[in-house]
């Protein structure tokens, strides 16, 4: 029960005022009892106002945990660079100091771990609940928050440039040299080994510096960065060396994680209605909702415009990680239907994924199809003849706004304000909108070459 008026005890306002006197910072926060002992590790992203908050006469903590604070003898706090660094310190310590009051030590199969397959040729890096399914991986963790530890891992992303795909990649594959990378690539967020875009020698590179940085060698890393980018200039290898700056520059920037998402977002981000929602939390509640293994991080989705079968055209948007992919958008204008929903769908499906569904390059996360059961069923029928299935495709209804799931015959309804449902529904739009604008495009086009030949 929370605690309130008289019942909060003079400890607990000593506790208060050591709490006000702290940083504003991101940091690792520890309680101790009188005789030094760790009772629980946190983090936050402003240790002043996470530990205030556990001081308070409303605070209530639950039957676990409350007792905590009147254990609570001292404060220790440390300071990080970034929100990135609290995850990863705040991890280690539980690891090293196991605090009673810490509920991951009750049941560590719940809690992620990060694992990076270093017996590969080119090791990926996986956030997974059961590090045991990786053999002779190298595995950092368990961590308390999987959201966390996912978009720290995405950050991450950007600077070393991992692989975070499923697929058996080998120097030399035939494979390679017909495949065509995936979305993350284009963004810049890996290297594509998958298309012999790197070799293993220069990826390794990649990942021990990860593994390193992660272990907190940073300072190593980047010392190690400057001399190579002034190596390589000086040996006029002018894009390795480019290549390295933008490396250092991020890790220098990383404590600036919002700021500098949001201007690199800003370059790829068209017209779209922006949601209330949080993307990362829309994309995990969307992977539970649609029982997925692997997070999701691209999604496409596909919708048919015409006017009375004139002028039918269909387009595709693209979504990277819960944003707007304007590169990724395509339009299509349909050569096989006039008046026929479901088979200008079957055309763009089979237009858009015939690569995919040979192998030659990876599926979205989950296709969205803009439409009910019959708009879906006509996407599947292609799929049902391609040799390579995605991974999740539905179908979003606009008036009824259940979502329709291959697999599974019942229609879901979520609740409106249901994160992942708002995020299909952003993009659902965001689909119509493009599809829509093409139609009007060629209309006009069509209407203007008219009165010209008249």
Same mark, same amino acid.
């Given at each position: 029960?929370?605690?309130?008026?008289?019942?909060?005890?003079?400890?607990? #306002?000593?506790?208060?005022?050591?709490?006000?006197?702290?940083?504003?910072?991101?940091?690792?926060?520890?309680?101790?009892?009188?005789?030094? =002992?760790?009772?629980?590790?946190?983090?936050?992203?402003?240790?002043?106002?996470?530990?205030?908050?556990? +001081?308070?006469?409303?605070?209530?903590?639950?039957?676990?945990?409350?007792? #905590?604070?009147?254990?609570?003898?001292?404060?220790?706090?440390?300071?990080?660079?970034?929100?990135?660094?609290?995850?990863?310190?705040?991890?280690?310590?539980?690891?090293?100091?196991?605090?009673?009051?810490?509920?991951?030590?009750?049941?560590?199969?719940?809690?992620?771990?990060?694992?990076?397959?270093?017996?590969?040729? @080119?090791?990926?890096?996986?956030?997974?609940?059961?590090?045991?399914?990786?053999?002779?991986?190298?595995?950092?963790?368990? +961590?308390?928050?999987?959201?966390?530890?996912?978009?720290? #891992?995405?950050?991450?992303?950007?600077? +070393?440039? /991992?692989?975070?795909? *499923?697929?058996?990649?080998?120097?030399?594959?035939?494979?390679?040299? =017909? /495949?065509?990378?995936?979305?993350?690539?284009?963004?810049?967020?890996?290297?594509?080994?998958?298309?012999?875009?790197?070799?293993?020698?220069?990826?390794?590179?990649?990942?021990?510096?990860?593994?390193? @940085?992660?272990?907190?060698?940073?300072?190593?890393?980047?010392?190690?960065?400057?001399?190579?980018?002034?190596?390589?200039?000086?040996?006029?290898?002018?894009?390795?060396?480019?290549?390295?700056?933008? !490396?250092?520059?991020?890790?220098?920037?990383?404590?600036?994680?919002?700021?500098?998402?949001?201007?690199?977002?800003?370059?790829?981000?068209?017209?779209?209605?922006?949601?209330?929602?949080?993307?990362?939390?829309?994309?995990?509640?969307?992977?539970?909702?649609?029982?997925?293994?692997?997070?999701?991080?691209?999604?496409?989705?596909?919708?048919?415009?015409?006017?009375?079968?004139?002028?039918?055209?269909?387009?595709?948007?693209? +979504?990277?990680?819960?944003?707007?992919?304007?590169?990724?958008?395509?339009?299509?204008?349909?050569?096989?239907?006039?008046?026929?929903?479901?088979?200008?769908?079957?055309?763009?499906?089979?237009?858009?994924?015939?690569?995919?569904?040979?192998?030659?390059?990876?599926?979205?996360?989950?296709?969205?199809?803009?439409?009910?059961?019959?708009?879906?069923?006509?996407?599947?029928?292609?799929?049902?003849?391609?040799?390579? !299935?995605?991974?999740?495709?539905?179908?979003?209804?606009?008036?009824?706004?259940?979502? /329709?799931?291959?697999?599974?015959?019942?229609?879901?309804?979520?609740?409106? =304000?249901?994160?992942?449902?708002?995020?299909?529904?952003?993009?659902?739009?965001?689909? =119509?909108? /493009?599809?829509? !604008?093409? *139609?009007?495009?060629?209309?006009?086009?069509?209407?203007?070459?008219?009165?010209?030949?008249?």
């Amino acid at each position: 029960m929370p605690q309130g008026g008289s019942d909060f005890s003079s400890s607990q #306002m000593q506790n208060q005022a050591r709490a006000k006197a702290l940083p504003e910072g991101p940091g690792v926060y520890l309680f101790k009892d009188v005789a030094g =002992h760790v009772l629980y590790v946190g983090k936050a992203n402003s240790l002043r106002s996470r530990v205030c908050s556990y +001081f308070t006469s409303s605070t209530d903590l639950g039957p676990r945990k409350q007792p #905590m604070l009147e254990l609570v003898d001292e404060i220790e706090v440390i300071e990080t660079e970034g929100e990135w660094d609290a995850l990863l310190l705040e991890s280690r310590l539980i690891k090293d100091t196991r605090p009673r009051f810490n509920v991951l030590l009750k049941d560590d199969k719940t809690y992620p771990y990060l694992v990076v397959t270093t017996r590969e040729e @080119f090791p990926a890096v996986y956030v997974t609940r059961v590090p045991a399914d990786h053999p002779g991986a190298r595995v950092f963790g368990p +961590f308390t928050s999987t959201g966390a530890l996912r978009e720290a #891992m995405q950050l991450l992303q950007q600077i +070393f440039r /991992f692989r975070t795909c *499923h697929l058996d990649i080998k120097q030399g594959d035939p494979v390679n040299r =017909h /495949f065509r990378p995936c979305l993350l690539h284009a963004i810049d967020m890996c290297t594509a080994p998958c298309a012999d875009r790197i070799t293993p020698e220069e990826y390794g590179r990649d990942i021990t510096r990860f593994i390193r @940085f992660i272990g907190t060698q940073r300072t190593n890393v980047l010392d190690e960065l400057r001399l190579e980018m002034n190596t390589a200039s000086q040996e006029r290898e002018y894009e390795k060396a480019a290549s390295l700056r933008d !490396q250092l520059s991020a890790i220098e920037k990383l404590s600036e994680r919002e700021t500098r998402r949001r201007g690199e977002g800003a370059a790829w981000q068209p017209e779209v209605t922006v949601f209330a929602t949080d993307p990362a939390s829309s994309l995990r509640s969307l992977q539970k909702v649609l029982q997925l293994d692997d997070p999701v991080r691209c999604m496409e989705a596909i919708d048919i415009a015409h006017l009375g079968g004139r002028e039918t055209v269909g387009a595709k948007v693209c +979504f990277i990680d819960g944003r707007p992919w304007r590169d990724g958008y395509r339009r299509y204008k349909i050569r096989t239907a006039a008046n026929d929903d479901y088979q200008a769908m079957r055309e763009v499906v089979s237009r858009r994924y015939r690569e995919a569904g040979q192998g030659h390059e990876l599926y979205p996360d989950v296709i969205l199809i803009d439409g009910g059961r019959g708009q879906l069923n006509a996407a599947l029928e292609i799929f049902a003849g391609l040799e390579v !299935q995605p991974p999740r495709v539905v179908a979003l209804a606009k008036q009824e706004e259940v979502l /329709f799931i291959d697999g599974i015959d019942e229609p879901l309804k979520l609740s409106r =304000h249901h994160a992942g449902l708002r995020l299909c529904q952003a993009i659902r739009d965001e689909a =119509h909108r /493009f599809a829509q !604008q093409y *139609h009007h495009l060629l209309r006009s086009k069509k209407i203007s070459e008219g009165t010209t030949g008249a």
